[in-house]
């Protein structure tokens, strides 16, 4: 593929974002402007944005933002974040992942989030929050305060996958991901996380149900979810993009 069809593929999708995303969330996109970016999304490939595939077990430098030579630290290497574009609107960015390396259970507040898998199999696991909201407190969890939560996606994803979203309330909100192999992933997120406007990343935890059953009433399985801290072991490296430029 040439660097200019690579260009027009990138430019296109920021361009839909660009008319489709609203600073505050609000309106939220339309049915018909979330079909069409999944749909050149799923098309997307690493060359498209500058990435090297790889399958070997590197834990990290399989592609190009990360130094080749620097081999005796290959196995601390954390997940590399490429920014590809930021506004008040949306980001474009990219995840690198080593094998095995995990990002945290956490949210996305008023959010809509797009996210394609561009080589190699990560695992997902995500919930929604149950509604009207369910608090409990475990008491044999040091009086732990838990919110009830059902689990909306628990699988694999690969590049052959389409473009999964997640919205405000549904498609998995809250979710985690884990690298099964050495992967990267293309995330659209709009409006992006703002302190100041509310959309503050928030991680969690998540118990066993111990309800009076294991599912909700459209069949899913429940789960108690805690507010924690970040991670003190999660940490993300910044990666230099360099995929085609954007005409902004």
């Not at 509604?131 to 996606?153: G, H, Y």
């Not at 979203?165 to 990267?184: E, Q, S, W």
Request: charged share 20%; net charge neutral.
């Amino acid at each position: 593929m040439t660097r200019s069809t690579s260009s027009s593929k990138l430019q296109a999708i920021y361009e839909l974002c660009k008319k489709s995303f609203a600073s505050s969330g609000s309106p939220p996109p339309s049915s018909q402007s979330i079909n069409s970016l999944c749909s050149l999304l799923d098309t997307l490939a690493p060359v498209d944005v500058g990435l090297k595939e790889t399958t070997e077990d590197d834990r990290g430098y399989g592609v190009s933002y990360v130094n080749l030579f620097n081999r005796a630290a290959r196995w601390s290497q954390s997940i590399t974040y490429v920014d590809v574009h930021d506004c008040d609107s949306f980001t474009m960015c990219i995840f690198c992942f080593p094998t095995s390396s995990v990002i945290p259970l956490h949210d996305h507040p008023g959010m809509t989030v797009f996210s394609k898998v561009l080589y190699g199999s990560l695992h997902v696991k995500a919930y929604d929050w149950v509604e009207p909201p369910v608090f409990q407190t475990i008491k044999d969890q040091n009086s732990l305060r838990v919110r009830l939560a059902k689990l909306a996606a628990d699988k694999v994803l690969t590049a052959s996958s389409g473009t999964s979203v997640l919205f405000p309330k549904t498609g998995g909100n809250l979710h985690c991901f884990t690298a099964v192999t050495p992967c990267a992933v293309f995330d659209v997120l709009a409006p992006p996380y703002r302190e100041a406007a509310g959309r503050r990343c928030t991680y969690y935890i998540d118990y066993p149900y111990s309800g009076s059953g294991t599912d909700d009433e459209s069949g899913a399985e429940l789960a108690w979810l805690k507010e924690v801290r970040e991670p003190d072991d999660f940490y993300m490296q910044s990666g230099k993009y360099k995929g085609p430029a954007l005409r902004i």
